[in-house]
């Protein structure tokens, strides 16, 4: 499965990937793997919202 586009909002963003990590990955890079996201450009954008990818929670905080 591939998202070809993700929310636009880093909020909204934030929402959606905190979610999916919660209910169905064990960490980004499998999220990432999966549906053929980029985790720096992930990890890039919610930074600019002042989050960041903690993996022992497994969530941006």
Do not use: G, Q
Not at 10 to 29: A, E, Q
């Amino acid at each position: 499965m591939e998202y070809s586009s993700l929310p636009k909002d880093p909020m909204v963003l934030l929402s959606f990937i905190n979610t999916k990590l919660r209910d169905d990955y064990p960490s980004l890079d499998e999220l990432c793997s999966s549906l053929c996201l980029n985790a720096d450009d992930i990890k890039s954008k919610l930074a600019s919202i002042d989050y960041s990818y903690d993996a022992e929670k497994n969530r941006f905080v």
